[in-house]
């Protein structure tokens, strides 16, 4: 069973930093797409970050790049979100996917993703 375990999720102040971290557990496909996503309340989920765990290739949404770094430890199976220059619109609940190994990264949306972590809340004061 494929699992995603997210930690690393706090509150803190504008201009601070935190380092999200997933977990994956269950794989047998080690080159596959995953990202992150968050959703504000009254808002759609998005992506704001994915990476090709195969050749490291990654994209960004426009609003979180500079700020924002994706990158994914092939040996122990572990996604990480390094997020710098924390804004109070960066508020939201972020989530980890991943796909089954069978598509890319490239403009992928939800529905493109099987597998999901349970969400770790971000929050950014003023």
């Known amino acids: 069973q494929v699992r995603l375990v997210e930690s690393g999720g706090d509150s803190v102040q504008a201009g601070g930093s935190l380092r999200l971290s997933c977990a994956a557990s269950?794989?047998?496909?080690?080159?596959?797409?995953m990202a992150w996503f968050r959703q504000a309340p009254g808002k759609e989920r998005e992506r704001v970050a994915s990476?090709?765990?195969?050749?490291?290739?990654?994209d960004y949404t426009d609003p979180v790049k500079g700020r924002f770094t994706i990158s994914h430890d092939n040996a122990i199976d572990a996604l990480y979100l390094q997020m710098n220059s924390l804004k109070p619109e960066d508020t939201a609940m972020y989530y980890c996917?991943?796909?089954?190994?069978?598509?890319?990264?490239?403009?992928?949306?939800?529905?493109?993703?099987?597998?999901w972590g349970q969400g770790t809340q971000v929050t950014v004061s003023s």
């Open positions: 996917a991943a796909d089954d190994g069978s598509g890319g990264c490239e403009n992928s949306e939800p529905y493109d993703y099987n597998y």
């Open positions: 990476i090709y765990t195969g050749s490291g290739s990654t």
């Open positions: 269950g794989y047998t496909a080690r080159s596959r797409c």
